[in-house]
């Protein structure tokens, strides 16, 4: 078990909300959900390219009638965003958040709120002790003034 916290930790951060009881779910669940097409959209997505799957030249003019993969407009989102993002989480950043935020159409904005907690990191906001509380709470008011609206 030590080594997988400390595997773990390597990728999260040494200061984490998941207890110890979750580590074998985590790394009995990992990697799965995922494939390689996701892990290619998401290293895009790090690279700073907000758009479509990149399916390179001849797969975008296939997929989508152009060269090159389209932009995501967000302008047009019509749904409730709820942002919510934490200062250790070390694969999504506050300033990353931010930009998100200010991109959305006012329509769309319900809240955006940061977790300076010095224990909560990304895989927190599904595994961490305090997610409930934090998170998932927060979420479910958000979804439910967005219904009444």
Request: charged residues 20%.
């Amino acid at each position: 078990m030590r080594y997988c916290m400390q595997l773990y930790n390597l990728f999260y951060g040494p200061n984490t909300d998941t207890g110890p009881e979750s580590i074998p779910v985590y790394f009995n669940q990992l990697p799965g959900g995922t494939s390689i097409k996701i892990l290619n959209h998401a290293a895009d997505l790090v690279r700073g390219n907000f758009r479509k799957y990149n399916y390179y030249e001849e797969g975008n003019i296939k997929h989508y009638g152009t060269p090159h993969a389209p932009v995501y407009d967000i302008s047009r989102l019509q749904v409730p965003v709820h942002v919510v993002v934490s200062k250790q989480d070390w694969a999504t950043t506050e300033a990353d958040a931010i930009n998100l935020w200010n991109h959305l159409p006012p329509r769309s904005r319900y809240e955006l709120r940061t977790i300076d907690l010095d224990f909560f990191t990304h895989v927190d906001f599904v595994f961490g002790r305090h997610a409930r509380r934090l998170i998932y709470e927060p979420l479910i008011k958000t979804l439910n003034k967005a219904i009444e609206e």
